[in-house]
């Protein structure tokens, strides 16, 4: 199986601190966010990765180089000629990808989730790890009943970012700029996602504050 982590997007809401430094490489408890990522799926026996990256791509390339240091092989998708969102980014990775299941997550999060739990392949073609709502996301994104996926009314979770997909997912998908919750919805509609509650650490990195606030939850600082 393969991985691919999200690490394309601009950071745009932990300006200053990503003017200079791309947002998956900002220090948590003294160690870039992406590498937590990269040595879980390495834990998890996962060892091809492929990362996207469009802004200060080359920062990121160059403190990861081909993966070794980390025991694992990474492939790099170049998204630097314009922003494709989450499913445009899959898309244009998918050669890289292959034709097996593979994990996509968010380089923007912290979480102690063990990718070896999820299935070896989704029971349909989507599998999301959903979290409780955080406190910058009160409405959820997703029912979960039933171990089913659902874009309806009711009680709803947060997509923490982390996912397994069939790539027939996106076989109708074109190249280009491309939002990934509307082809959910639309496989969620035909019952074609499942999905599991994840109750351990889980944090959304996305604002200046908030990555402060874990840093000193681990004793660290959050300089870049």
């Given amino acids: 199986m393969k991985a691919m982590i999200l690490a394309a ?13 791309p947002k998956s490489l900002l220090q948590v408890g003294g160690q ?7 040595l879980a799926l390495r ?35 170049d998204e630097s000629g314009g922003a494709l969102e989450t499913a445009g980014g899959i898309v244009k990775a998918l050669p890289l990808l292959g034709e097996a ?3 996509v997550v968010n380089a923007d999060i912290f979480t102690d989730y063990a990718y070896q739990n999820l299935p070896q392949r989704p029971d349909g073609l989507a599998h999301l790890v959903m979290v409780d709502n955080p406190p910058q996301h009160p409405d959820g994104d997703f029912v979960l009943s039933a171990g089913r996926l659902r874009a309806e009314a009711g009680p709803r979770l947060t997509f923490s970012g982390i996912g397994l997909y069939e790539p027939k997912l996106f076989a ?5 700029p491309l939002p990934l919750a509307p082809i959910l919805r639309a ?11 994840y109750r351990g650490q889980w944090q959304d990195i996305g604002t200046p504050a908030r990555l402060a606030e874990l840093n000193a939850s ?3 600082n959050d300089d870049g």
């Fill in 172 to 176: 109708d998908c074109q190249p280009g």
């Fill in 43 to 77: 834990e998890a026996g996962i060892d091809e990765i492929v990362i996207n990256h469009a802004w200060l791509g080359e920062l990121i390339t160059d403190y990861l180089g081909d993966g070794d240091q980390y025991g694992v092989q990474i492939h790099y998708s």
């Fill in 218 to 220: 681990l004793g660290a």
């Fill in 101 to 103: 299941p593979f994990v």
């Fill in 9 to 21: 997007g601009r950071g745009e809401r932990m300006r200053p601190l990503t003017n200079t430094t």
């Fill in 187 to 197: 496989a969620m509609a035909r019952n074609e996602v499942s999905g599991e509650h």
């Fill in 32 to 38: 870039a966010l992406i590498v937590y990522h990269i």
